[in-house]
C-alpha cells in the first residue's frame, strides 16, 4: 500500500464544507486512492475513490492533484451526522485488494 | 440494498472457548474479509479469502482460523478464546477482480468480550 497521511483531527460548522486532506507522496501510477468513513459504533462505510480525475458523488467530491501525491475530499455542506473518522487509502493494485487503514482523521461536526 | 450481516452485534465469551462469528454477504461477492478494530490500533486484518475454501493470512492471524464452505459465507474461529482478544471484529467483502471500482461492504460489527 502506499502510505497515506492524514491529520489526526479536524472540526468544521455545521453547514459548512469539511475539506479533509490526505498524503499519498509514494502512490503508483495505477494506484487508486479511496475514502471511506467510520461513525461511532458502526462499520466502515465506502464514500467515494478516484485514480486521476476528480470525482463527485452524492456524499461527496474527491479533489486529486495533478501529480497524484495528494487529495481532498469535500463534504459540500457537512452536518451532524457527518461525524466521523475518515481513512484514505491508497490499495495496491495486485492480489484481493485488502484495504489497510491507518488511524484516519476524527471529523467533528459543530453546530 | 447490499448487505455484509454478522450473526451477533455483541457476544460475551469465557476464556479457553471456541468462539464462531459468522458473517453472510448476499452480493455473490468473492473477496471477504476480517478486521479486527482496537482503540488506538485502527483495524487490522486477520484473515482473506479469495474464493470459496481460499483463504489468506492477514497481518495478525495467531490465534485464530477462518472457514469458507460457501462463497456467502466466511467464519471466523476462535480455537481457545482469551482476554486479549477481546476487541471488535468487523467482516467485509467486495467483489473480485474489479473490486477497485465498488470499493468493500463492511457489517456493522460484532463487539466480542472473553472474561
Known amino acids: 500500500d502506499a502510505k497515506t497521511t492524514q491529520p489526526t483531527s479536524m472540526d468544521c460548522a455545521e453547514g459548512r464544507a469539511a475539506n479533509l486532506p490526505c498524503n499519498h507522496s509514494?502512490?503508483?501510477?495505477?494506484?487508486?486512492v479511496y475514502w471511506y468513513r467510520q461513525i461511532h459504533s458502526q462499520g466502515p462505510q465506502y464514500i467515494i475513490h478516484?485514480?486521476?480525475n476528480n470525482e463527485t458523488n452524492e456524499m461527496a467530491s474527491l479533489i486529486i492533484t495533478e501529480d497524484r501525491k495528494s487529495s481532498t475530499l469535500i463534504l459540500p455542506h457537512a452536518t451532524l451526522r457527518d461525524t466521523a473518522v475518515y481513512y484514505c487509502?491508497?490499495?495496491?493494485?495486485?492480489?484481493?485488494?485488502?484495504?489497510?487503514f491507518g488511524q484516519g482523521t476524527r471529523l467533528t461536526i459543530n453546530p | 440494498d447490499v448487505k455484509v450481516t454478522q450473526s451477533s452485534r455483541y457476544l460475551v465469551k469465557r476464556t479457553g472457548e471456541k468462539v464462531f462469528l459468522e458473517c453472510v454477504q448476499d452480493?455473490?461477492?468473492?473477496?471477504m474479509f476480517w478486521y479486527r478494530q482496537d482503540p488506538g490500533l485502527g483495524l487490522r486484518l486477520i484473515y482473506f479469502?479469495?474464493?470459496?475454501?481460499?483463504?489468506e493470512k492477514g497481518d495478525i492471524p495467531e490465534g485464530y482460523s477462518v472457514s469458507r464452505e460457501k462463497k456467502e459465507r466466511f467464519s471466523l474461529i476462535l480455537e481457545s478464546a482469551s482476554t486479549n482478544q477481546t476487541s471488535m471484529y468487523l467482516c467485509?467483502?467486495?467483489?473480485?477482480?474489479?473490486?477497485?471500482?465498488?470499493?468493500?461492504?463492511f457489517g456493522s460489527g460484532t463487539r466480542l468480550t472473553v472474561v
Open positions: 509514494t502512490i503508483s501510477g495505477n494506484e487508486y
Open positions: 487509502i491508497a490499495p495496491p493494485i495486485q492480489g484481493a485488494q485488502k484495504l489497510v
Open positions: 479469502s479469495y474464493d470459496v475454501k481460499m483463504k
Open positions: 478516484g485514480l486521476k
Open positions: 467485509a467483502s467486495t467483489i473480485g477482480g474489479s473490486a477497485l471500482k465498488y470499493g468493500y461492504t
Open positions: 452480493m455473490d461477492h468473492e473477496n
